[in-house]
């Protein structure tokens, strides 16, 4: 541990699922111990424990149900994140998503804590829809979560789109923002590119519809239709507690199709870059900074995802890789078939996109922007 500037200090997290916190949130945990805080992960409990306590932190269970809406149910949640925060004596809660800094805030005005961390890392679904609901449900948010909010209260973002979102100043004094995650250069790494053609496109990302999973499908279906030799490969799981989740059965159907396959989950990311080209995730919106196009990125793959808030951060039209509108499979069909009949470019934009995670993307420094953050916010 270095400079442990905080010794005794307790920083709490507050997030709805330990498996989301295991995939991203582990080096906040660990940028937090550097500085001496005692570290404690409110979460539901499901099979990710050990990898939190792996970094020092204690965990303590809470049932908050993602999918839920019900105010009833919020409350209960909150009234026992409440009294967790009392009995850890929490300097400050560090909230992570949406559902979690609606409970925890509301909690931590119960508790009688002020210094708070709100970290929105993208809208969801929410964040995906134009529609009069989806505006409406935005304008929401915005009065709920400045609602909760003190005069200590500090907000960390992963784009700078999303701050205006809540009213928020990008450039603010109390707005931080990280380069999503972060990403460990080390744990990936580029590897030569396999044969081509065909040119082969990989999304690894929960089966959403809001990943616009569906357009990278009609995509394919488009360029293949055009004569380029192009391949996609689904990684990703239905997630049964998203509302937006596609059902098994299409997603068999589609793998059914020529030139698409889908794998379910992989644990080993790495592996999927080596066999493949170019990483795709036509997002419909709603996010922070996907995971998935930093990993592409750090393993030197060119990118085709689209122009919304946190895809756009990483990804620099022409530069890293294509930039298309969303809800756009034409565009997107129109992407891959660029690629798939100019190779030297593939290769281009993936050492684009590994010079671009390098530049504020790892996890390091993450890290420090967090570090530096809780330091302001615990220093007299």
Known sequence: MTDPLFPGRKLVFVVTEDWFFA????????????????????????????AIEATGARVVPLQVERRSINPMTAGYAAGQLAAILKDEKADIVHCIALKSILVGGFAASLAGIKHRVYALTGLGFL?????????????????????????????????????????????????????????????????????????????VARMLW???????VEAVRKARAQGAAVELSLYGNPDPSNPKAIPEETLKAWSSEPGISWHGATRDVQAV??????????????????????????????????????????????????????????ALGAGF???????????RMGEAARTRVLDGFTERDVMN????????????
């Open 337 to 347: 078939l660029s690629l798939a009949n100019d190779p030297e470019r593939v290769v």
């Open 273 to 330: 870059w080596r066999d493949h080209h170019v990483a795709c995730l036509p997002s419909r919106g709603g996010e922070g900074l996907p995971r998935t196009l930093l990993e592409a990125a750090a393993c030197g793959r060119a990118i085709v995802t689209t122009d919304v808030p946190g895809c756009r951060t990483l990804v620099r039209d022409g530069v890293e890789g294509h930039l298309v509108p969303p809800n756009d499979a034409g």
């Open 127 to 203: 964040g995906a829809r134009t529609d009069r609901v989806g505006r409406l449900s935005q304008r929401a948010v915005r009065l709920l979560v400045r609602g909760l909010q003190t005069e200590k209260t500090r907000y960390l973002f992963e784009n700078t789109d999303d701050p205006k979102l809540l009213g928020l100043d990008p450039g603010a004094s109390n707005v931080t923002i990280v380069g999503g995650a972060g990403i460990d250069p080390e744990a990936f790494k580029p590897t030569p590119l396999p044969a081509q053609p065909p040119l082969k496109v990989a999304l």
């Open 210 to 216: 809001s990943k616009g999973v569906d357009l990278a």
């Open 23 to 50: 995939s991203h949130f582990l080096p906040m945990a660990t940028a937090a111990r550097e500085l001496g805080l005692d570290v404690t992960v409110v979460t539901r409990v499901q099979a990710h424990r050990e």
């Open 369 to 380: 922007d967090v570090k530096r953050l809780y330091a302001s916010m615990l220093s007299p």
